[in-house]
């Protein structure tokens, strides 16, 4: 009772930020804002409930916003204008998907991604809802492409200060703007004693105070979030007519990406907030699990898909949360807030949640992540610029594949590259090996191999091999037997390069004294 108790407050904080997050990650999926909160309630309930990961946050990301947009766009019809009957079914058999995944225990394998191509994917969905969510933010309308929408920016900042028929831009960018500064101000110097409070609110309600006295004291009309009376009439259970959607290719492309980015997003939010608290470890097959049941269930109810996020987690743990008790309370006062509050939802401007989304844009576009991977060298920042440029000129799909392709090429050249640097000094020869010796590079071992003049002393240096397979050891062992036969001596150490070489999952230099070594050879040997 005494920890159940301690999570109040940090609950409480976690369903300030979640409140306006939730609705605007809903306006930038292209749905209405009411989804984005009907799909905190299920994640906040369900996967709090049911977990693996006690202190992480399930609720509708931003991450997941440009998929759900695309396929708003691709599916929406006269008689669905949201395209919400199909995105229904997508979302179901994601969410079987990732149960299935959970079930099986393959939490682990969507850990096995390139940081390189997360953080590319992240940045480029960064990006998009900047650009986006501008335009939004001036209560303008910009179709086609994010790339469209990126070059129209300095269009639409000129529009800004205008007027065009009842649409004051003027205005709602004032408020938009407005509210980022309050959000970044208030991030930064905010009181201690109102640390309870998030930026995002504050933004809020900045802009709702504005927005109340302009309205006041003009005729100015100013966007406001649209809400119906009840947010029961915002959900639409599958029809059977929804079955025959499962012959859809589309569909199924969809869902299987929807299932891999979602799990993903997840999966590395849960290893960053375990990282957080020294609590319980994370169950990553039964988050997973948990997340498919829940965004199954997200499916049935016609509303967004769920996933870990990191901000409203991030936020959960700095505010003392220390069970799952604290997920589940703030879905709890998100509900009660819908069901006896929901007109009060009317007064915020659209423009403030574009404003927020944008805040959170920039934080996806992460300028240390950059450094972050130049540190790493320049085929891991190739990786994630091009992610990132995939994921912003083509589809985030593309964009992912494109950094999995990338990050397969670069595995399969470290494995396969061998770089062999020669020196010449009076009759010694040196020959320097770096990256690995495969099969794949014989022809280059035994030209430089070949190369070496009857009777010279050869000296082989190892140290910056990384692998060795039994090919390249074979043609090393007979080399030295035959370069000695002809007067010549090779200096190797045989036990370094052994280390290298693994058989059976076993480093060879652990049995050592079981590998037959090169005739004449010797293990000190310099």
């Not at 691709?74 to 997508?90: K, N």
């Not at 200096?491 to 090169?518: F, I, T």
Request: charged share 15%; with cysteine; net charge neutral.
């Amino acid at each position: 009772m005494g920890k159940l108790k301690r999570d109040v407050g940090p609950s409480f904080v976690v369903f300030l930020i979640a409140l306006p997050l939730s609705m605007g990650i809903a306006q930038a999926s292209g749905v209405p804002p009411a989804l984005g909160l009907i799909t905190a309630v299920v994640g906040g309930l369900v996967v709090g409930l049911f977990g693996g990961a006690p202190l992480q946050i399930s609720g509708p990301s931003a991450g997941l916003a440009v998929l759900i947009l695309e396929m708003v766009h691709r599916f929406r019809t006269d008689e669905d204008p949201y395209g919400l009957g199909t995105i229904a079914v997508i979302v179901i058999l994601a969410g079987l998907l990732q149960a299935c995944a959970g079930f099986v225990k393959l939490g682990g394998f969507f850990r096995a991604v390139s940081p390189a191509v997360i953080r590319g994917m992240l940045t480029g969905i960064g990006i998009i809802i900047i650009a986006k969510q501008f335009h939004v933010m001036i209560d303008d309308d910009v179709q086609g492409s994010a790339l469209h929408a990126l070059i129209k920016i300095p269009e639409g900042i000129v529009k800004a200060f205008t007027v065009e028929g009842d649409r004051y831009h003027y205005v709602a960018a004032s408020v938009g703007l407005a509210t980022l500064i309050t959000i970044v101000a208030w991030e930064r110097f905010r009181p201690a004693k109102l640390r309870a409070v998030p930026g995002p609110l504050a933004g809020v309600l900045v802009a709702v105070v504005g927005t109340a006295i302009v309205q006041a004291a003009t005729d100015v009309n100013i966007v406001s979030v649209q809400v119906g009376e009840s947010f029961a009439g915002y959900i639409s259970l599958p029809s059977a007519s929804s079955l025959s959607l499962l012959e859809s290719s589309a569909v199924w492309t969809s869902a299987l990406a929807l299932a891999f980015v979602a799990s993903a997003e997840t999966l590395l939010c849960a290893t960053a907030v375990s990282r957080m608290h020294t609590g319980q470890r994370t169950n990553y097959d039964r988050e997973l699990a948990a997340q498919g049941i829940a965004n199954t269930l997200c499916g049935v109810l016609g509303t967004l898909p769920v996933t870990g996020v990191i901000s409203r987690s991030t936020a959960n743990v700095q505010a003392g949360a220390t069970t799952r008790w604290s997920s589940v309370m703030q879905a709890t006062w998100i509900f009660l807030f819908v069901v006896f509050l929901p007109g009060t939802l009317a007064y915020i401007p659209q423009s403030a949640l574009a404003a927020i989304l944008i805040y959170v844009g920039f934080k996806l576009v992460d300028v240390d992540a950059v450094r972050t991977m130049a540190a790493y060298g320049r085929p891991v920042l190739a990786i994630f610029a091009a992610t990132a440029i995939g994921v912003v000129v083509i589809d985030l799909l593309s964009g992912i594949i494109l950094g999995f392709v990338l990050s397969t090429a670069r595995l399969v050249y470290s494995l396969a590259h061998l770089d062999i640097e020669r020196e010449e000094a009076g009759n010694r020869i040196d020959l320097h090996f770096q990256g690995s010796a495969t099969f794949v590079a014989i022809p280059r071992l035994a030209k430089a191999l070949e190369d070496i003049p009857a009777g010279t002393e050869l000296h082989v240096h190892v140290e910056e091999l990384d692998f060795i397979d039994h090919a390249c050891l074979d043609l090393l062992t007979a080399f030295e037997k035959r370069h000695q036969e002809t007067g010549g001596r090779v200096v190797l150490e045989w036990h370094s390069l052994m280390s290298r070489y693994v058989k059976g999952g076993v480093r060879a230099a652990d049995r050592a004294s079981r590998v037959p070594q090169p005739p004449g050879s010797r293990s000190d040997r310099a």
